[in-house]
């Protein structure tokens, strides 16, 4: 099994110490964003969870435990987002300078092969122009180059939630998408980072930039070291999306980075009231059990292949 530690909000920047206690006990509940009174208890034991993939903007929270995580047995995959966006599109997220040094610390601890830069959403404005796309996205690789050799892009997703919070936004003209695409693979080659793209309908592999899996069998069996079963297939978590199996323990509208284009809150006012539910001490991300859950076990079982192979 695969563990998202998340979609839905930033686990490393905001909640590594709650994290870490739950690794320690062994156990997590994660409430249905849907239904509320529906929880689930995932277990957090090497024996059934082969991966926890991470997704953030800020992993300088969870250095400090990185030790402690390799020591767990858990496999660890990191995606790292840094754009070229300044604090008018991603109020509350750290420098780049900074991020970027962050990203180089974390790579020296686990690994090239375990950690991703992620450059989206990528949209266009009169701050945000196509040559200052390409600019931008040149500087990052030519100071990443050395830390991973994989990047993810994709272009802006207009979700219900992305337009009321940002809606001056526009979708990326194909024109654009194919000019950034070409470039980004050009420096990409002069880097030695390979480009791919996130769940894009538009096919840029003329441009040397494959539609990838943001978490495929290769990135998962190169960062952990293990071989998975040859039977596990894309389990897409949205069109177009090639991505493995996961289950994510996070939870929507929790994020303080407060990025206008997020898809994941739908305001600043109800993720402030959901943070301050926040206990580190609690097996939830957000509060506490309550009157009515009805709490269940995951269906858990580990994607390794345990078979040994006939040379």
Not at 5 to 27: N, Q, V
Not at 129 to 134: D, L
Not at 185 to 197: D, L, N, V
Request: hydrophobic content about 40%; proline content about 6%.
């Amino acid at each position: 099994m695969i563990l998202f530690a998340s979609g839905r909000t930033d686990i490393p920047a905001f909640y590594s110490e709650w994290l870490m206690k739950r690794i320690r006990e062994g156990f997590v509940l994660v409430r249905n964003p849907y239904y509320k009174e529906q929880v689930t208890r995932y277990r957090l034991t090497p024996d059934v969870v082969d991966c926890l993939v991470f997704c953030t903007k800020n992993p300088a929270p969870l250095l400090p435990y990185i030790d402690e995580l390799k020591k767990s047995g858990l496999g660890l995959y990191f995606f790292v987002t840094i754009t070229p966006y300044a604090s008018d599109v991603e109020p509350q997220v750290p420098a780049k300078e900074a991020v970027m040094e962050t990203f180089a610390a974390l790579s020296a601890q686990v690994g090239k092969a375990a950690v991703c830069w992620r450059y989206d959403p990528i949209f266009i404005d009169s701050t945000y122009t196509v040559s200052a796309h390409i600019r931008a996205f040149r500087t990052m690789a030519e100071t990443l180059a050395p830390t991973t050799d994989r990047c993810i892009i994709s272009f802006i997703d207009l979700y219900e939630k992305t337009k009321r919070n940002f809606p001056e936004l526009r979708e990326v003209s194909e024109v654009d998408q194919r000019f950034l695409a070409q470039a980004f693979s050009s420096i990409g080659r002069e880097t030695g980072i390979q480009i791919e793209s996130c769940a894009e309908k538009l096919d840029l592999s003329d441009y040397g930039i494959q539609s990838g899996a943001c978490i495929s069998r290769t990135c998962i069996e190169g960062a952990t070291g293990i071989r998975l079963l040859p039977h596990i297939a894309a389990h897409p978590l949205r069109k177009h999306c090639a991505c493995l199996p996961t289950h994510d323990i996070g939870a929507y509208n929790s994020c303080p980075h407060l990025c206008r284009y997020c898809y994941a809150n739908y305001d600043a006012r109800l993720v402030a009231k959901n943070h301050a539910l926040h206990d580190p001490d609690s097996p939830f991300l957000l509060g506490g059990a309550l009157p009515g859950d009805v709490i269940h076990d995951a269906r858990q079982q580990s994607f390794r292949d345990t078979q040994l192979l006939l040379l």
